[in-house]
């Protein structure tokens, strides 16, 4: 049995899902439309009017984060150009960012690159 070694969080590289549909508005915000297609959200848009598309706006430095994740930066990298742009304002950064950059992981908008050697 192999015995593959622990991999540091801040290592990891993550990407934008090639299928995610998103933009960026005037003032910077990221815009992630979301599609409700499973059938809890079909009833939903039938009984209470929910709509087809949601659009999600990530605000502030969600949307900073957001435009850094190109497949290619670890997130030890992102964390510093975070921290560059927004100072103590994004204190405590690692922490909030292994948060926000696992709630987008889980939402499905982003993905982790298997940068491993094989």
Do not use: C
């Not at 921290?83 to 690692?94: H, M, Q, S, T, V």
């Amino acid at each position: 049995m192999k015995n593959k070694r622990s991999r540091n969080f801040l290592d990891f590289v993550f990407k934008v899902r090639e299928d995610l549909l998103w933009s960026v508005s005037d003032d910077g915000t990221v815009i992630v439309e979301m599609e409700n297609k499973g059938f809890a959200d079909r009833i939903a848009q039938i009984f209470f009017k929910r709509p087809v598309i949601s659009h999600i706006a990530l605000e502030g430095m969600g949307s900073f984060i957001f435009l850094q994740i190109d497949g290619k930066r670890s997130v030890l990298e992102i964390g510093s150009l975070t921290g560059k742009e927004f100072g103590d304002e994004a204190e405590p950064l690692y922490e909030r960012l292994s948060v926000y950059l696992r709630k987008l992981e889980q939402a499905g908008f982003i993905k982790r690159v298997d940068n491993d050697p094989p």
